[in-house]
């Protein structure tokens, strides 16, 4: 889904739903489930824009298919790899050591010697700290 027809998605669901807390967790396990905020929340990436440009650059798998649209929403049981070609790369030297001491969100599995990981469980309301949900709203319903 690019990233137009993921703003599509976002206001069909807000005009659907109105903007009650059904629509604002659905909202937030929608983009909790990008790809790009997957890879960063998986510790991948420092942060999202680099998780965007990592994935946009080709760098992951999606069940073993390649994957370089951010927006691309990974589901429950999916497994998110790097491509064997780009861990050559320089930005990879000091990830595994990085993510010995990484501790991801409950709803990801991570998988730190292969650099692997899964979602195991939908994300909740209390996995997503810290976010301006109007914000979101507001930006997403233009």
């Not at 629509?23 to 990008?34: F, G, I, S, V």
């Not at 073993?64 to 691309?72: D, E, H, Q, T």
């Not at 990879?92 to 650099?115: A, C, H, V």
Request: proline share 2%.
């Amino acid at each position: 889904m690019g990233e137009r027809q993921f703003r599509n998605h976002i206001k069909s669901v807000l005009q659907n739903r109105g903007q009650g807390g059904d629509a604002t967790l659905l909202l937030l396990k929608e983009l909790e489930r990008r790809v790009d905020n997957v890879v960063f929340r998986l510790g991948f990436a420092k942060s999202r824009r680099e998780a965007k440009q990592m994935v946009s650059h080709g760098y992951f798998l999606i069940n073993g298919k390649p994957v370089n649209i951010s927006s691309f929403a990974v589901k429950r049981g999916e497994d998110v790899s790097f491509k064997e070609s780009k861990k050559e790369k320089i930005i990879f030297k000091n990830l595994f050591s990085t993510l010995k001491s990484y501790q991801q969100p409950k709803w990801l599995e991570l998988n730190k010697e292969k650099m692997e990981g899964k979602i195991i469980a939908e994300p909740t309301a209390e996995d997503v700290n810290n976010i301006d949900i109007s914000s979101i709203f507001e930006f997403y319903s233009r």
